[in-house]
Nanobody, 126 residues
Framework: QVQLAESGGGLVQAGGSLRLSCAAS????????MAWFRQPPGKEREFVAAISWSGAKANYADSVKGRFTISRDNDRNAAFLHMNALRSEDTGVYYCAAEKNDYGLGSVREVVYDFWGQGTQVTVSS
């Protein structure tokens, strides 16, 4: 079974930056797509970014394009979310997710992902 552990969340002022990390354990995810989702206060969980198994393809929500970058390090069995120019509407709990099937291309659909972390809180103050 795969365990995902997010870290790097916190409180930041609007315009600031954070880097979230997702460390995987239990098995290698070098052949599996990974993604980040978030749940704003009082709202449903939403897609943020996804990266293909090879790292060659990434997908982003329109709201974060140009500000967030997803990356992965297969040697470390980890994924990252670099967040710049943060806004108050970026506040929420950020979740890391991974597909069970191999060679995923980084879907935006939540139902595709089999493994989830517990989440890390990001709060952006205006």
């Amino acid at each position: 079974q795969v365990q995902l552990a997010e870290s790097g969340g916190g409180l930041v002022q609007a315009g600031g930056s954070l880097r979230l990390s997702c460390a995987a354990s239990g098995r290698s995810l070098r052949l599996n797509a990974m993604a980040w989702f978030r749940q704003p206060p009082g709202k449903e969980r939403e897609f943020v970014a996804a990266i293909s198994w090879s790292g060659a393809k990434a997908n982003y929500a329109d709201s974060v394009k140009g500000r967030f970058t997803i990356s992965r390090d297969n040697d470390r069995n980890a994924a990252f979310l670099h967040m710049n120019a943060l806004r108050s509407e970026d506040t929420g709990v950020y979740y890391c997710a991974a597909e069970k099937n191999d060679y995923g291309l980084g879907s935006v659909r939540e139902v595709v992902y089999d493994f989830w972390g517990q989440g890390t809180q990001v709060t952006v103050s205006s």
